[in-house]
């Protein structure tokens, strides 16, 4: 049996500028942050022939064409694994649909289950392309590619998105005393409305292909963001990097306008007047995860839940995607 765990994520600035519509002309940056709520994938070598896939739904097939789920059909053919008697299910901290990049971190979490399967060694590097090459390349999903980055290498970590595909990582130059900091002044609220980002990633998409302006200057804009973010992170200036979170949420949603709706932007305007120094909708938009940054905590858990929003607590995960049990 094999068993890997994947990390899911949260943005903290420039979200938005890892597609290729994008990044390909303009190159695009962020900064983002794996956190300890996961993706798991097990593999199990049964003795029947047959392929069996366990999810939100069960398959049994005897060819990987016959598989429905189009991501572990893609990543079984890129891999070439012997798939004959394997049993491949999944599980997760955080349901999909909720903006922390469950969808490729299932694929890195997968691919990386298949590698150990093979008995290949895998750098993170390798592992994100791959996620990648599966998701936007072989079934055109309209989306970035941070989520598959952060995955496989997992801490704060800055990223780089070239005119040529290549991507640059490194990660955050920012202090221990700092990064502990962060960790204690962010907190999480699920909104209880999930959704599939792929209608309002391919909106901006479209436009930034039709060489929007308005969408343009938007993204040049977070981009600028995105390097202020860790400017103010690397000085330890964590009230300037909420305030930072406040105008990114502003102009993030002004790129679509399924990005938001009244009842979220109730939620953020009682977070603001409750502690909240700036925060933003983690992921696409129109739900998941409302995301703060927060001088009095207490005072703000205690308003969020009294307006109906639940509270996940997470750390930052430094492992990245990795192999539990081989």
């Known amino acids: 049996m094999i068993i890997v765990r994947s990390p899911l994520r949260i943005t903290l600035g420039g979200g938005g500028t890892d597609l290729a519509s994008y990044y390909r002309e303009h190159e695009g940056f962020l900064i983002s942050a794996a956190i300890d709520k996961y993706v798991y994938i097990t593999l199990y070598q049964g003795f029947n022939q047959d392929l069996i896939a366990k999810y939100s739904k069960m398959e049994r097939v005897s060819s990987v064409d016959e598989l429905e789920h189009p991501i572990i059909r893609e990543a079984i053919k890129l891999v070439d694994v012997d798939w004959r008697g394997l049993e491949i299910s999944s599980m997760a901290d955080i349901p999909a649909g909720t903006g922390l990049g469950s969808s490729s971190t299932f694929t890195t979490a997968l691919l990386r289950a298949l590698h150990a399967q093979k008995r290949n060694l895998v750098h993170p590097q390798q592992l994100a392309e791959e996620a990648c090459d599966v998701e936007i390349n072989r079934l055109g999903e309209p989306i970035g590619k941070q989520d598959q980055y952060i995955s496989a290498f997992g801490g704060i970590s800055c ?19 700092v990064r502990d900091n962060l960790e204690d002044s962010l907190v999480m609220f699920f909104t209880g409305i999930s959704r599939r980002a792929s209608s309002i990633l391919k909106e901006q998409n479209d436009k930034t292909k039709q060489d929007d302006g308005e969408m343009l200057r938007n993204l040049h804009f977070v981009k600028e963001l995105g390097q202020r973010s860790l400017d103010v992170l690397q000085k330890g200036d964590l009230d300037e990097f909420g305030k930072l979170m406040d105008e990114h949420w502003q102009h993030k949603k002004r790129r679509s306008g399924a990005m938001s709706n009244p009842e979220i932007d109730e939620w953020y305007a009682m977070a603001m007047k409750n502690g909240a120094t700036g925060g933003k909708l983690i992921g696409a938009g129109g739900g998941g995860f409302l995301l703060f940054h927060a001088k009095d905590k207490p005072r703000l858990r205690h308003a969020a839940i009294e307006a109906g929003l639940r509270e996940v607590r997470f750390r930052f995960d430094f492992e990245g995607t990795k192999v539990l049990i081989q």
């Open 159 to 177: 990223f780089r998105f070239r005119k040529d595909d290549k991507v640059d990582v490194w990660p955050a130059p920012i202090s221990n005393e």
